[in-house]
């Protein structure tokens, strides 16, 4: 009779385990990429919701650089164009216009992000498939929203994608601080790393 009851203990004791490893590697699956990579970054991973979706938010940092990852996870295929135009709204929240009240002339003020600060679409190949990327300025919320030379914080580089293999979405930002020079070629690499395997 012990031995009837010990089993299902076990069986269940070794599941258990099972599925805190496999937690425990996909949490630090990006961290294990990037110190294969030589990067020296610190990361800090949060679970988060989204539209009923299982999502982390991570946040890797490197000195003053920045990279910021957010995944979607377990996304129908019917439903990836609406996610990734979803994780794409910063790019295009930047190149409309804005309505305001000011407060001090008591009327309505259109702004509008100047054309050297709008992200520009830029194309790169990584795995025999064409990506679409965008290099982009931001402040120091990292917001694209930037209206004027002093308020760009950051250069960085943004993304959005889909990995069938995992049938996750992706929203990657890699920034750098405007006092550093932006390495476009470094930030690829990175992407490239990062991107579905």
Request: with cysteine.
């Amino acid at each position: 009779m012990s031995k009837i009851v010990f089993i299902p203990i076990v069986v269940v004791a070794l599941g258990v385990v099972a599925l805190l490893v496999f937690n425990f590697t996909q949490k630090t699956d990006l961290l294990g990429k990037l110190n294969s990579l030589g990067y020296g970054y610190t990361v800090e991973i949060k679970e988060i919701a989204h539209k009923g979706y299982t999502s982390r938010s991570i946040l890797a940092q490197d000195g003053a650089r920045r990279m910021r990852v957010q995944t979607i996870n377990n996304v129908e295929q019917d439903k990836v164009g609406e996610i990734l135009a979803e994780l794409t709204a910063p790019v295009l929240d930047a190149e409309k216009d804005i309505t305001v009240f000011d407060p001090y002339t008591g009327q309505e003020t259109t702004l509008s992000v100047p054309e050297e600060f709008k992200p520009l679409k830029k194309e790169t190949t990584i795995r025999g498939q064409t990506v679409p990327y965008y290099l982009a300025h931001a402040n120091i919320i990292f917001s694209m929203m930037v209206y004027s030379e002093v308020e760009v914080m950051y250069r960085g580089l943004f993304a959005t994608y889909f990995c069938d293999n995992d049938k996750t979405a992706y929203k990657l930002e890699i920034y750098y601080p405007i006092f550093e020079e932006f390495d476009e070629e470094k930030a690829l690499h990175l992407f490239s790393s990062l991107y579905c395997r």
